[in-house]
């Protein structure tokens, strides 16, 4: 599976690393080169677009977060009003959304 491949890579690892990486890639019946391939062919990185797009995203979220912050901070001061508790529960629902527009926590699968 290696031919034509005539450039050394070279990475810094301790003894225990070593060991451990020539235990996963005997374990899954392939050479530490082919693992390391393996693993870094199904890496995802971020190219500059796509940092400058999630830049983008975080500033949105941001200025969100701000008007929500002096709509709480309203709603905080007039409680008695009925009207705070009516923006209270709308607040409580924009919370809610954007929790789901939050990425989902790093997992072993995200790095595939």
Do not use: Y
């Not at 810094?12 to 996963?24: F, P, Q, T, V, Y």
């Not at 392939?30 to 677009?49: E, F």
């Not at 529960?89 to 989902?104: D, F, N, Q, T, V």
Request: no cysteine; glycine share 4%.
């Amino acid at each position: 599976m290696s031919t034509g491949r005539a450039v050394w890579v070279k990475v810094r690892a301790s003894e225990a690393e070593r060991a451990e990486w020539h235990a996963k890639a005997r374990s899954a019946g392939l050479t530490l080169s082919d693992l390391v391939r393996r693993a870094v062919d199904r890496t995802r990185t971020w190219t500059v677009p796509h940092a400058e797009v999630e830049r983008e995203r975080t500033q949105q979220v941001a200025r969100v977060g701000n008007n929500l912050n002096q709509i709480a901070r309203w709603a905080n001061t007039h409680k008695e009003a009925v009207e705070a508790v009516e923006v209270i529960g709308h607040l409580i629902a924009i919370k809610r959304e954007m929790a789901a527009l939050s990425p989902p926590e790093n997992t072993e699968d995200d790095a595939r």
